[in-house]
């Protein structure tokens, strides 16, 4: 009889941080969760395959969904969400802090792009993740909170609702006030900057494209994820580049700043810059 090896993954894979990477698992608050998801979705386990990647160095588990409404972003009507861990054969691999999704079962998911892949991945692995089901007394549908959001019952629900749950049209509710409310920058934070790319406005002027290069936490109702997209206007003078940084994009959601850098002359792109909001 053959041995099934088992492997208990002491990783914690980022929530932010590409499979290959690693970080520890970062708490988040509902209003975090929310901006940092490009998309939030509720859907359906259709199937599931758990399979060497490409290079034959990790299991991953690939769920197909089936989408039944969009509270943030443009899914498809069907995605795919890549998990780290599963079984193939004789090799199962389990990570901490994440979750499986169950077969045939609903859930409201919160989505980010895997880089350089049409598939998705959780959002702070566990925390993103909510499933639903229709309660036996009432046929009203809930959610069940990951044990990391219960924290989140305390703000929403009142009394007489089952103890880490919440019923769904609430949580909708609750979420689509968050993405509504747009997003406020503080004065005062400061951001690393990646330039990514440049376009003319005439002499001595250019159009800037940056990404920030690390995760930031400004307070706990606000996340700016490594890569979120920041925009501004460069003005040649006396042989100086000086950017006027006005704009960021956090997955979807635009958000006014106001910032300035200075650079020697030449070509832009490629360049590092620390951006202080005023």
Do not use: C
């Not at 005062?188 to 159009?207: D, K, Q, W």
């Not at 990404?211 to 100086?240: H, W, Y």
Request: glycine share 10%; no cysteine.
């Amino acid at each position: 009889m053959k041995m099934r090896v088992w492997l208990f993954v002491a990783l914690l894979a980022g929530w932010m941080i590409p499979p290959a990477g690693a970080t520890t698992l970062i708490s988040m608050s509902l209003d975090q969760l929310t901006q940092a998801s490009s998309d939030i979705v509720r859907a359906r386990v259709l199937s599931q395959e758990a399979r060497w990647n490409d290079a034959h160095t990790q299991i991953v588990t690939i769920t197909t969904l089936e989408v039944s409404q969009t509270l943030k972003g443009h899914a498809s009507s069907t995605v795919e969400v890549q998990q780290a861990g599963g079984v193939v054969g004789n090799w199962s691999v389990y990570v901490p802090g994440n979750t499986m999704l169950k077969p045939q079962s609903e859930y409201l998911l919160f989505l980010e792009p895997e880089t350089g892949s049409s598939r998705y991945h959780l959002v702070g692995m566990t925390q993103g993740a909510y499933r639903v089901y229709q309660d036996g007394a009432t046929h009203e549908e809930r959610v069940i909170l990951p044990l990391s959001r219960l924290q989140v019952q305390d703000q929403m629900i009142g009394a007489g609702n089952p103890a880490g749950t919440f019923p769904l049209p609430g949580f909708h509710k609750y979420v689509a006030t968050i993405v509504n409310n747009g997003i406020q920058i503080p004065h005062g934070l400061t951001m690393s900057v990646a330039i990514v790319s440049t376009e003319s406005r005439g002499a001595g002027r250019l159009h800037v494209y940056g990404r920030t290069t690390t995760d930031l936490f400004p307070n706990q109702n606000l996340v700016i994820p490594a890569g979120t997209e920041v925009e501004g206007e460069a003005v040649m003078s006396g042989g100086k580049w000086t950017i006027y940084w006005d704009e960021m994009n956090v997955r979807g959601v635009h958000a006014q700043i106001s910032a300035t850098s200075q650079e020697p002359g030449g070509s832009l792109r490629g360049r590092s810059v620390v951006l202080n909001v005023r």
